[in-house]
């Protein structure tokens, strides 16, 4: 087949070009070559007079191809500017020379409508279709890009804007008056931008702001203030006038800082704005302090699963006697790479996860089977009850008094043997549940104990209401009772008050003989604290017991 043949036989545009005395020649081409070329910018009347043939991209390519120094031959190329732009892939082939001439094949595709797709497909993929806004993926892009071009740091911030109670609105009114909601909220965001910030929905009813500083954190929470501002006015929903605020959490920028990481800060400081009520700027501690949660309910889901916590045990004193009438069962954590986890630390994050569910039923079944094991040791029922403390998140989601009661039967413990505490938040969140949940403790006849009593909600309702047999004095009013008048009033009025509901009290917190006898002279029946004891082991403890009955 000739070279003519061989041209009108291939599918796309293509000439053959032949080099002369390093002069480029077009020798033949196919009539789609002819459409391809009057489509493109050449305008030369003569194609082997054109300047593409002489110099540029194209002349250098055949050059480096016929040297032999490139054997991809291969060049993507673009004419024009705008909508009117045209983009061409133009590729080599080797041929064999002709008369010692040295020859290729060229080809042209032109690729105009596919890269117009790919363009359009782009777009619409870093587009939100409701709001009509860059997302998250074009947002991060933005944030790549502003900070490509930053010298230094604090010249830009992201904020993250969280509409509040959005999911109660779309519950109740339907996913129509959400999304139009999300419309106008976006918006009234649009106003609040300053030229060259840069706004995105990057969730639900979350958005983001990119925008530039010249006075740095003053700049972000400026901006924040004027996102505020525009949303004071209330939002017409059918006929209802709403309300709608936001969460605000920046974030400010710095040189080299990777753009999921600086997105990432803003989601967390507006979890925290949501806490505090106002814009919060990301602080690493607070973000390192919510990593260390997380790891610590890691390990501690470990130790649970591995038995791997102690139970400790501190006395209760009775003030009168001064003998032991019982012991409080306190959680214990001793990590082997850690060391000892304090309780102020991981009880939080056992109820933030859940794993408080879990830990109160060990810690349950645990202080009843110590009680237990000392009686057999002693060869006799002791004269001693030990008391558990619950969570409120227990109170709410778990069976307490089917756990108690499966604990008392699995252990032989009788009733007034243990005594369950709780806080006032327990009864406060879910005041029928709590009731329900005393009322079958008693029936059980276990004491209950409200803790830490003063330092919550307190309501003399809830006391006159539910059957609680002990109040415990919190160690803030006690450890003040020897400076402070004050704080020996409450306590006389909570002793009071006790005594009027029939109920008993025990004081925590007694650190010096001083106070454990003003108490006693009080009327109050028990203490604990470390005057007398530090929370002490199982066998410790009921060596304890011993030495404070003779």
């Known amino acids: ?41 050449c305008t030369a009347a003569d194609w082997n007079q054109a300047d593409c043939l002489k110099s540029g991209p194209i002349a250098e390519l055949v050059q480096v191809f016929l040297d032999g120094s490139d054997l991809n031959g291969e060049l993507d190329l673009k004419q024009g500017e705008g909508v009117s732009s045209q983009f061409f892939r133009l590729k080599l082939a080797p041929l064999s020379k002709k008369d010692g001439t040295q020859r290729c094949l060229l080809s042209v595709v032109d690729r105009t409508v596919e890269v117009q797709a790919e363009r359009t497909l782009r777009a619409e993929m870093l587009r939100d279709s409701l709001t009509g806004l860059p997302n998250r993926l074009a947002f991060t892009e933005a944030i790549e890009t502003a900070g490509a071009t930053v010298a230094r740091d604090l010249e830009h911030a992201v904020l993250v804007v969280d509409m509040l109670r959005f999911s109660r609105i779309n519950e109740s009114m339907g996913g129509l008056a959400g999304d139009e909601l999300l419309i106008t909220f976006a918006r009234r965001l649009i106003l609040a931008l300053r030229a060259g910030d840069v706004l995105a929905r990057t969730g639900g009813n979350e958005f983001g702001v990119l925008v530039s500083l010249r006075r740095g954190v003053a700049d972000a929470l400026k901006a924040a203030e004027r996102i505020q501002q525009v949303m004071t006015a209330p939002f017409k929903l ?6 709608v605020e936001c969460a605000i959490g920046v974030a400010l920028m710095n040189a080299g800082q990777d753009a999921e990481e600086l997105f990432r800060n803003a989601q967390f400081a507006v979890k925290q704005a949501k806490t505090a009520g106002r814009p919060q700027v990301y602080e690493p501690k607070q973000a390192t302090e919510a990593r260390r949660r997380f790891s610590i309910e890691t390990e501690l889901r470990r130790a649970l699963d591995k038995d791997q916590l102690d139970l400790f045990y501190q006395p209760l004193i009775n003030l009168k006697s001064g003998q032991v009438a019982g012991f409080e069962a306190l959680a214990r954590w001793s990590h082997e790479d850690r060391g000892e986890i304090s309780p102020t630390e991981f009880i939080p994050v056992a109820e933030e996860s859940g794993l408080i569910l879990q830990l109160g039923r060990w810690a349950m079944d645990k202080a009843a089977r110590t009680l237990a094991d000392w009686d057999r040791q ?22 307490i008094p089917g756990m108690v009661e499966s604990t008392l039967r699995s252990t032989g413990l009788t009733g007034d043997r243990l005594t369950l505490e709780l806080t006032e938040s327990s009864i406060v969140q879910n005041p029928a549940r709590a009731t329900r949940v005393f009322d079958a403790l008693k029936a059980l006849d276990t004491t209950v104990a409200m803790d830490d009593f003063g330092t919550g909600y307190s309501s003399l309702a809830y006391l006159q209401r539910l059957p609680i047999d002990v109040l415990k004095i919190d160690k803030s009013f006690v450890s003040g009772m020897m400076v402070d008048p004050d704080a020996v009033a409450i306590v006389r009025a909570v002793l009071s008050l006790a005594e009027a509901l029939g109920m008993s009290t025990t004081a925590e917190g007694i650190e010096t003989v001083e106070l454990a006898t003003t108490l006693a002279t009080l009327g109050c029946a028990s203490g604990q604290g470390f005057y007398f004891a530090r929370p002490l082991e199982a066998k410790a403890a009921l060596k304890y017991w011993k030495s404070r009955k003779r």
């Not at 009539?31 to 391809?36: S, T």
């Open 1 to 41: 087949m000739d070279d003519l043949g061989l041209l009108h036989a291939l599918p796309i545009a293509a000439a053959i070009i032949e080099r002369t005395d390093g002069v480029l020649h077009v020798t033949a081409h196919n009539e789609r070559f002819i459409q391809a070329v009057e489509r493109s910018s």
């Open 238 to 243: 059918s006929e209802l006038e709403i309300k």
């Open 378 to 399: 002693m060869g006799e029922k002791l004269p001693l009850h030990v008391a558990v403390n619950l969570s409120a998140i227990q109170v709410a989601r778990d069976d």
